[in-house]
Antibody
């Protein structure tokens, strides 16, 4: 059974870099046609797709975040990662990683999520 | 950019009721639309993909329909475990959510 688990600091200072890792278990991150996404959810419950990556390293980002985000993948560790630069309080959210079908356009399953607070 | 508008934003219903949630897209670009259920403190769970394909393990009381710019999630007979917030999603964009409360 495919499972995803986010990890990383829960507190990041303004203007610094948010770094999260998603560890995939139950299948190889290199298998199939599927992509691997980062999604965040604001405290008011709105969901925002950040971007996704294919095992080849090909990426696609939300245009609204593209200038501040990098998603990378480490197939040897079955992990993919998110870096978000120059964060502000507006980046405070719960961050999820998710398995993604880019053709049929769905996210499943999701990791449990990790709350990241941006504060000094 | 596509925008998804769900209605209603809040729904209170009784066990056994038939409930429907509508998702309207600002453009009829894609036939693919997904529905998710989220419980407090948990990640969203995929219920339906491609507008009407029920995911494995999801109770048959859930169904999806629609095309173009209007899609509907229906729960045929509401159960106590169906509380939560429901989201539609298309082209990496999510609706604002519908919070379902069991009376």
């Amino acid at each position: 059974q495919l499972q995803l688990q986010e990890s990383g600091p829960g507190l990041v200072r303004p203007s610094e870099t948010l770094s999260l890792t998603c560890t995939v278990s139950g299948d190889s991150i290199s298998s199939g046609r599927y992509y691997w996404s980062w999604i965040r959810q604001y405290p008011e419950e709105g969901l925002e797709w950040i971007g996704y990556i294919y095992y080849s390293g090909s990426t696609h980002y939300n245009p609204s975040l593209e200038s501040r985000v990098t998603i990378s993948i480490d197939t040897s560790k079955n992990q993919f990662s998110l870096k978000m630069y120059s964060v502000t309080a507006a980046d405070t959210a719960t961050y999820f990683c998710a398995h993604t079908d880019p053709i049929e356009d769905w996210f499943d399953p999701w990791g449990q999520g990790t709350l990241v607070t941006v504060s000094s | 950019d596509i925008q998804l508008t769900q209605s209603p934003s809040f729904l209170s219903a009784s066990v056994g009721d038939r409930v429907s949630i509508t998702c309207r897209a600002s453009q009829g670009i894609s036939s693919y639309l997904a529905w998710y259920q989220q419980k407090p403190g948990k990640a969203p769970k995929l219920l339906i993909s491609a507008a009407s394909t029920l995911q494995s393990g999801v109770p048959s009381r859930f169904s999806g329909s629609g095309s173009g710019t209007e899609f509907t999630l229906t729960i045929s007979s509401l159960q106590p475990d169906d509380f939560g917030t429901y989201y539609c999603q298309q082209l990496k964009t999510f609706g604002q959510g519908t919070k379902l409360e069991i009376k």
